[in-house]
């Protein structure tokens, strides 16, 4: 095992990827494919929508497009979670015990992985929504979008790697699969809020899928960045990233204990 905590993170994340290139759909196919799905069959079939005023002028696909890209990684959760489940039940967790590296480097070795695993399916979402006629921002824009749901796919798969510890169920990613649903529907991805009823209002304003999504909107709209959710989407992703590690590490260690 190599030494100092920066290369036993990367030395965990290197495993990840190369679980990940022996597991392409799984890891980037299928979390890939079903967004564009969505992007494809509801900005086209259901363009009338944008007619309401609230959409202030733009098409459906310009609207939802950019929210779509924290979507996939919400659908493609639960790959190294996964894994891990795999590595409690044959006793590679537990061999892990024996060498010079903490829960901690483990679970950010993971969730690092995530996080780089989302920027080729954000990238090739915001492609297929720019050949459907979505204009794109500037280079610096893009890296914005790319890394906010680089982040939102790291805090999300803390809890898959929190509920895979708590359970060790190899189906624990197809399980939690529909957890995406209530984060999207009590946000402004495809409806603005002003046309939502009022108790899914409200949940907007408590879903944290719906500030990632208010802060890169206006990228797409008007070219602009939106500095104050931008602040909001970044004070929100270092709380939610903590606490999904503290937990993480915690039920991690709990499982272990347990073997």
């Known amino acids: 095992m190599t030494t100092g905590t920066i290369p036993r993170t990367?030395?965990?994340?290197?495993?990840?990827?190369?679980h990940s290139v022996r597991r392409p759909a799984f890891a980037y196919v299928i979390p890939t494919?079903?967004?564009i799905g969505l992007v494809v069959i509801i900005s086209q079939l259901y363009q009338r929508l944008a007619d309401a005023p609230e959409y202030q002028g733009h098409t459906l696909l310009d609207w939802m497009a950019p929210g779509t890209v924290f979507v996939a990684a919400c659908m493609g959760g639960g790959f190294t979670a996964t894994i891990l489940v795999g590595d409690i039940?044959?006793?590679?967790?537990?061999?892990?015990?024996?060498?010079?590296?903490?829960?901690?480097?483990?679970?950010?070795?993971?969730?690092?992985?995530?996080?780089?695993?989302?920027l080729?399916?954000?990238?090739?979402?915001?492609?297929?929504?720019?050949?459907?006629?979505?204009?794109?921002?500037?280079?610096?824009?893009?890296?914005?979008?790319?890394a906010l749901s680089a982040v939102w796919a790291a805090v999300w798969?803390?809890?898959?790697?929190?509920?895979?510890?708590?359970?060790?169920?190899?189906?624990?990613?197809?399980?939690?699969?529909?957890?995406?649903?209530?984060?999207?529907?009590?946000?402004?991805?495809?409806?603005?809020?002003?046309?939502?009823?009022d108790y899914l209002d409200r949940l907007a304003g408590w879903n944290p899928l719906e500030y990632y999504v208010s802060a890169v909107r206006p990228l797409i709209l008007d070219g602009n960045l939106a500095w104050a959710e931008l602040g909001?989407?970044?004070?929100?992703?270092?709380?939610?990233?903590a606490g999904g590690m503290v937990a993480a590490m915690t039920t991690m260690r709990r499982a272990l204990s347990a073997e």
């Open 10 to 18: 990367a030395a965990v994340w290197l495993r990840m990827a190369r």
């Open 33 to 35: 494919v079903f967004p």
């Open 89 to 118: 039940t044959d006793g590679f967790a537990d061999r892990l015990r024996l060498l010079p590296i903490s829960r901690g480097e483990v679970v950010a070795g993971m969730l690092a992985f995530e996080a780089t695993r989302q």
């Open 120 to 146: 080729p399916i954000g990238a090739v979402l915001l492609g297929c929504a720019a050949a459907l006629g979505m204009p794109l921002p500037g280079p610096a824009g893009l890296v914005v979008i790319l």
């Open 157 to 197: 798969n803390a809890g898959f790697v929190v509920a895979a510890s708590l359970t060790r169920s190899p189906d624990i990613a197809l399980a939690l699969l529909p957890a995406f649903l209530p984060f999207l529907l009590a946000s402004s991805i495809i409806v603005p809020r002003a046309l939502l009823p």
């Open 232 to 241: 909001v989407a970044t004070a929100v992703s270092a709380l939610l990233l």
